[in-house]
């Protein structure tokens, strides 16, 4: 299931755009050379203001697409503190530190099954790559649920339609899809009797618990991608764990509490103590 | 050209410039950013008699400046470090120092005696200082008399040099300072981090999962150039100066208030190669300023 993951680096990227998507959501294009990132992979960026003393730590951000041949990489996030907001407002051809690609990826589907990409808030993004990916070659036609709190933060049509043919929408306040929680979209789709269903989810803690009890409960393959607070991204700092379900069974010392950045961020959701 | 080499406590250092422990792992994870070769030497993370799992998440918050970490010395244990961490050490050409830490002094020397046996090991360092350690650590390292017990102990069961990891967290520092040497430390490292918490005022519980952590980073550099600059004045053995090093300038500046070596952590996790670009920033700074060698600078703050 596991294949062979790029080879990381500490390299310069330069910023090619940055615009806005949705409701404080923005996706920046950054070039840069000779650097693959799977999808589920994530980088860990340092804009040049960034370079004093606060804020301090990288922005870890997931990978909504990437262009190879033209050596582009974009990362959609929210502003939500000084760091995004730092990213936001790099000036087009400014230079920011790139550490990546971090982390595994999203398993690959076997070629029968049916994925259901399940996103929620922030955690869309990483889903857009994986699912334009799946699409590649037409193997997959996967579906894309997702959900946002109202519909001024939902990421365009365009951008979910390039990762799905069936977009499925919820908000919490219904002013677009379906009032409520996605997990009721999920649970209508697994209902609906696809073709042997593989989910893969990322968004808040909540959300992709709530996911991963709904296939549990199903016996439907499940894998989420998670975030932790985070320093270092490449596995030195053992700050960013989650605690395991399967400890027992772990002799390794990140057996209990695994980390993140290294050992993640897709986790088998049956795995996690939720 | 200037020499950069560096006589710690007897361990020959290729340069002044160490990984501080618990920032580093056991040295595998930063082999694709670094040449580790290029570094005066590696302190390991922790470990302790026993394997470790750790504190319950969330374990990291980003502060003013820095971090806090409630880690918790999560680690394989001695006999887990010696088999599956102590032979990718053993191959680099830097010298290891081993920290570790333990409940009691008794385990601190079965520790030592085991680690005798382990060729290759620079130096021990003791870790009395960790704020994440309910049953040792800061325990020892606030306390004069339990700190030598400690430090004894080690000394008694090594023919290696010992380095004492020191807490900021005390009335007073120098009193420590004092009780190390006199258990038979053969240096001292300094500083340990900062006793912190971060609050989240809306769910009104505190953002660690331990509640509170080890502040690190830029923010508590200024505490440890004074620390140090104590301590220097009031000890002879050496010392190894850390604390928000993430320049070249940084680690001159804690040369000048008397560390004979630094150690480079919190700036790791920002940039991986960040140890080899101070090594280079400081060969480049005395170049210009027509320092020949390391002693020049060492401890000569005029004040």
């Known amino acids: 299931m596991r294949q062979a993951l790029p080879v990381v680096a500490d390299v310069g990227a330069r910023v090619s755009s940055t615009t806005q998507v949705a409701d404080a959501f923005f996706q920046t294009r950054l070039q840069v050379r000779d650097v693959s990132v799977e999808p589920g992979q994530f980088v860990q960026l340092r804009p040049r203001c960034l370079k004093g003393t606060y804020p301090y730590l990288r922005i870890p951000l997931s990978v909504s697409a990437v262009d190879t041949e033209r050596g582009l990489v974009d990362v959609l996030y929210e502003v939500v503190g000084p760091k995004t907001s730092a990213l936001r407002h790099v000036c087009v051809g400014d230079e920011v530190g790139f550490l990546g690609p971090l982390g595994n990826r999203f398993p690959e589907p076997a070629s029968d099954v049916t994925p259901i990409l399940v996103g929620g808030g922030i955690g869309v993004p990483p889903l857009i790559y994986f699912g334009t990916t799946l699409r590649t070659g037409e193997r997959w036609d996967p579906i894309l649920v997702v959900g946002a709190r109202n519909a001024g933060k939902h990421l365009p049509d365009t951008l979910l339609e390039s990762a799905s043919a069936d977009v499925r929408r919820a908000t919490d306040d219904g002013s677009l899809g379906q009032a409520g929680l996605v997990t009721n979209l999920l649970t209508e789709a697994l209902e609906a009797g696809s073709a042997a269903p593989v989910v893969y989810t990322c968004g808040p803690h909540a959300m992709m618990a709530s996911v991963a009890r709904l296939c549990a409960e199903r016996d439907v393959p499940c894998f989420a991608s998670l975030e932790e607070y985070m320093a270092c991204g490449f596995g030195v700092c053992v700050g960013c764990v989650v605690e395991r379900a399967d400890k027992e069974s772990q002799p390794s010392p990140y057996g209990h509490y695994a980390r993140v950045c290294v050992d993640g961020p897709i986790f088998d959701a049956r795995q996690i103590a939720w | ?303």
């Not at chain 2, 570790?100 to 290759?120: F, K, Y």
């Not at chain 2, 420590?176 to 918490?197: E, F, K, P, Q, R």
């Open chain 2, 1 to 303: 050209m200037t020499d950069l080499t560096t006589n710690f406590a007897g361990i020959e250092l290729r340069n002044p410039v160490l990984l501080a422990s618990g920032t580093c792992g056991y040295g595998e994870e930063l082999a694709p950013f670094l040449d580790l070769a290029r570094l005066g030497g590696i302190i390991t993370k922790t470990i302790t008699p026993q394997p470790r799992v750790g504190n319950a998440p969330p374990r990291i918050v980003e502060t003013a400046a820095g971090m806090l970490n409630s880690i918790g010395l999560q680690n394989p244990g001695l006999d887990g470090f010696v088999q599956d961490k102590w032979p990718y050490l053993a191959r680099l050409q830097t010298e290891i120092i081993v920290n570790i830490a333990a409940p009691t002094a008794d385990l601190h020397r079965e520790m030592s005696a085991r680690l005798e046996d382990v060729e290759g090991i620079a130096a021990i360092e003791v870790n009395i200082s960790s704020p994440n350690m309910k049953d040792g650590g800061m325990l020892f390292g606030c306390s004069p008399t339990a700190s030598r017990e400690v430090i004894a102990a080690v000394r008694s069961a090594t023919r290696r040099p010992v380095i004492a990891k020191l807490t900021p967290n005390v009335t007073d520092i120098v009193a420590i300072a004092h009780a190390v040497v006199d258990g038979g430390a053969d240096g001292i490292s300094m500083i340990n981090t900062l006793l912190g918490m971060a609050v989240d005022w809306r769910s009104r519980k505190p953002v660690l999962g331990n509640v509170t952590g080890g502040l690190s980073g830029p923010a508590i550099k200024p505490v440890a150039l004074a620390l140090l600059w104590k301590v220097r004045q009031a000890v002879d053995v050496p010392i190894m100066g850390m604390g928000g090093i993430a320049t070249a300038e940084d680690a001159l500046e804690f040369l000048v208030a008397g560390a004979t070596a630094v150690q480079v952590g919190t700036s790791t996790f920002v940039e991986p190669g960040a140890a080899a670009d101070i090594v280079a920033g400081i060969e480049s700074h005395c170049d210009n300023a027509g320092i020949a060698q390391m002693e020049e600078l060492v401890g000569t703050l005029r004040v």
